[in-house]
């Protein structure tokens, strides 16, 4: 509804800024007439970008917002975003016959943008948890994930319970942002980036940074004297997200992600950006 709201001012917009274009160069009755076609092609868009929006999960656009910040799942590479997320959703995408456009934003604007139509599903390393669930539906799982501490080559920290105390680097919203909160006496700074809470352990403002395994991974081996401890913080699954009264799209994409299981196109991705150790 929102949408169609939007396309609506946005045509209306069309309209009187055509309309201000005649007046400048015309007079009278031709700019009038001008203004009427002007409205008459506007109100035309409007109705057909209308019926594109209610069909949106029928075929048309799909768009997925993310977190371009967690590689390997979505990170940056020149203008364009990539990763596992991105080619599941492009997978996806293909077997619904639709197109994928990506739009980026802050992890915890996402659920809000499912919520409110202006992004269809939510793929960003999205852990499936009780509270968001209450927020949005999920999808079946397309991947099992963990929660993982990362130090100094050097720390005194060798297991989760040895945060106790400590202060302790996540990004803002995330898993290890809510989970952190169980640690007795922790300290808990929060950054808008994965790579930031790591550049602060590395500057030795945090003791610990806890972030999602295969993101750690990629972080560790892009800054040197930092490890990951081998006892995980958290087990968690990842799921697509969208607007709980979208339950078409979410029969569509549990149909898409089983298909895409089944035929070894979503193990071909994750391996395509993870080696196996
Ligand atoms: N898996 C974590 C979560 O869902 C982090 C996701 C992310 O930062 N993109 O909160």
């Given at each position: 509804m929102k949408k169609i709201i939007a396309v609506a001012a946005m045509a209306a917009m069309v309209v009187s800024m055509t309309a201000c274009g005649s007046k400048a160069a015309d007079t009278g009755a031709e700019a009038t007439a001008e203004a009427v076609a002007a409205t008459e092609a506007a109100t035309q868009t409007a109705e057909t970008t209308e019926a594109a929006t209610e069909n949106v999960a029928a075929n048309g656009t799909l768009i997925m917002a993310t977190?371009?910040?967690?590689?390997?799942?979505e990170y940056r590479e020149g203008d364009q975003i990539v990763g596992i997320d991105a080619e599941i959703a492009q997978a996806i995408a293909d077997e619904l016959g639709m197109e994928l456009q990506i739009e980026d934003m802050q992890f915890d604007s996402i659920i809000a943008a499912v919520q409110t139509g202006k992004a269809d599903i939510g793929v960003a390393g999205m852990t499936v948890t009780e509270d968001r669930l209450q927020a949005v539906s999920f999808s079946d799982s397309y991947t099992q994930a963990a929660q993982v501490i990362i130090v100094k080559?050097?720390?005194?920290?060798?297991?989760?319970?040895?945060?106790?105390?400590k202060t302790v680097g996540v990004q803002l919203g995330t898993t290890g942002d809510i989970y952190a909160e169980?640690?007795?006496d922790v300290t808990i700074d929060r950054y808008n980036k994965g790579f930031e809470a790591v550049q602060a352990l590395l500057q030795d403002k945090v003791d610990a940074v806890i972030i999602d395994r295969e993101p750690a991974n990629v972080f560790i081996e892009e800054n040197e004297g930092l490890k990951v401890l081998d006892e995980e913080f958290t087990v968690e699954d990842y799921a697509i997200c969208m607007a709980k009264d979208n339950t078409d799209l979410l029969d569509k994409v549990n149909t898409a992600l089983a298909s895409l299981k089944e035929s070894g196109k979503l193990d071909e991705i994750k391996a395509k950006y993870i080696t196996a150790e």
């Amino acid at each position: 509804m929102k949408k169609i709201i939007a396309v609506a001012a946005m045509a209306a917009m069309v309209v009187s800024m055509t309309a201000c274009g005649s007046k400048a160069a015309d007079t009278g009755a031709e700019a009038t007439a001008e203004a009427v076609a002007a409205t008459e092609a506007a109100t035309q868009t409007a109705e057909t970008t209308e019926a594109a929006t209610e069909n949106v999960a029928a075929n048309g656009t799909l768009i997925m917002a993310t977190n371009a910040e967690f590689p390997p799942y979505e990170y940056r590479e020149g203008d364009q975003i990539v990763g596992i997320d991105a080619e599941i959703a492009q997978a996806i995408a293909d077997e619904l016959g639709m197109e994928l456009q990506i739009e980026d934003m802050q992890f915890d604007s996402i659920i809000a943008a499912v919520q409110t139509g202006k992004a269809d599903i939510g793929v960003a390393g999205m852990t499936v948890t009780e509270d968001r669930l209450q927020a949005v539906s999920f999808s079946d799982s397309y991947t099992q994930a963990a929660q993982v501490i990362i130090v100094k080559g050097d720390s005194a920290v060798a297991t989760p319970d040895d945060l106790k105390g400590k202060t302790v680097g996540v990004q803002l919203g995330t898993t290890g942002d809510i989970y952190a909160e169980d640690i007795e006496d922790v300290t808990i700074d929060r950054y808008n980036k994965g790579f930031e809470a790591v550049q602060a352990l590395l500057q030795d403002k945090v003791d610990a940074v806890i972030i999602d395994r295969e993101p750690a991974n990629v972080f560790i081996e892009e800054n040197e004297g930092l490890k990951v401890l081998d006892e995980e913080f958290t087990v968690e699954d990842y799921a697509i997200c969208m607007a709980k009264d979208n339950t078409d799209l979410l029969d569509k994409v549990n149909t898409a992600l089983a298909s895409l299981k089944e035929s070894g196109k979503l193990d071909e991705i994750k391996a395509k950006y993870i080696t196996a150790e």
